[in-house]
């Protein structure tokens, strides 16, 4: 084209695949770097997808600091937008780029830093035997450079992989003594972080006061500007808290708190947009509505999570999701659909 700007594109992939393939590999990284120069003078609200753009080809141009920094944050605002499938992809990028590094100290810190992002893109997709295994590469450094904080939160996700794989005498053991840990640390973000990680482990235990208690204190911990951070968590965490007492509740019959709560944690996890949170917080508020036995307010919010959950970053909750919409439909005369 010509306007606005004289513009050159190639008519085939594998066209410009072949052409870029010709270019002596010097060539290649010459010209990434002065991409990557270029797109740093630009603003993220002038080009959408600046950041991914900058990773990418601070890789290409083997600039590794630049490339573990920007894909860091490429991996994160991926996360930020349940596109884990990419956000995994990244970070494993950026260990690459890592690996590059001398081994210092605060290398050895980065690397249980991108581990932990790692664990959060990985859980989602239901991957625990990835997540195991940074959990103990992550724990390995951690001890090595005695690192009390990261070891907390080693733990606390630790605690998570137990509560996935159904092992919830261990979650809920791991998540008390991390607990410990992060208000020995004096850290109310870490509390936070463990407390609804804890606060879940006991519902799945069936020790529902315990639960309402932990997530009570959790919601309170959280500052009143502050409810859209996900402070570490998959979920923003005052959906995740919310939703989870919502559910709680509804186990101690006291449905019309849970009901209210549920519909708060639904209505902020619309406000941020976070895919995740949605799920999460229509999911548990549909099963408050069937404990209640109000079966057609619990379809929609239901249907609406089986809907997000086709996609390939959020398929964790989806057998929940299908079971709870199939006994919803079939309790309210839908027998053939449930």
Known sequence: RVVPNLEFSFQHALVQDVAYQTLLKSMRRDLHDRL???????????????IELLATHAHRAQNWPKAFVYGRRAGREMI?????????????????????????????????DLYLDLIQGLFPLADHDRVDF???????????ISDERRMAHLESYRSLYFWGVGKMVQAISTGRSALKHARHLRDRDLEIHVSSRLGAALIDR?????????????IELIPTDAHHRRYGLLNVASVSNRAALARSLSEIGAFREA??????????????????????????MGNTLIKSADYARAIPPLERCVHMTESPGLNLLRPRSMSSLGYAYFSSGQQEKG
């Not at 069936?206 to 959790?218: I, N, Q, V, W």
């Not at 549920?262 to 947009?273: R, Y």
Request: contains cysteine; hydrophobic residues 35%.
């Open 36 to 50: 990557l120069g270029a797109l740093e003078q630009r603003r993220d609200s002038d080009l959408a997808g600046r």
């Open 259 to 284: 009901v209210q709560v549920g519909d708060e944690a639904v209505q902020i996890a619309d406000e941020v947009g976070h895919p995740f949170s949605q799920v999460y917080a229509n999911l548990w």
């Open 134 to 144: 940074y959990l103990d590469a992550g724990t390995q450094i951690a001890e090595r």
């Open 206 to 218: 069936g020790d529902f006061e315990s639960a309402c208690k932990m997530l009570r204190t959790a």
């Open 80 to 112: 930020a937008a349940s596109r884990n499938v990419e956000a995994v992809e990244t970070f494993e990028r950026s260990l690459t780029c890592l690996d590059q590094f001398q081994d210092t100290r605060r290398n050895q810190e980065r690397r249980v």
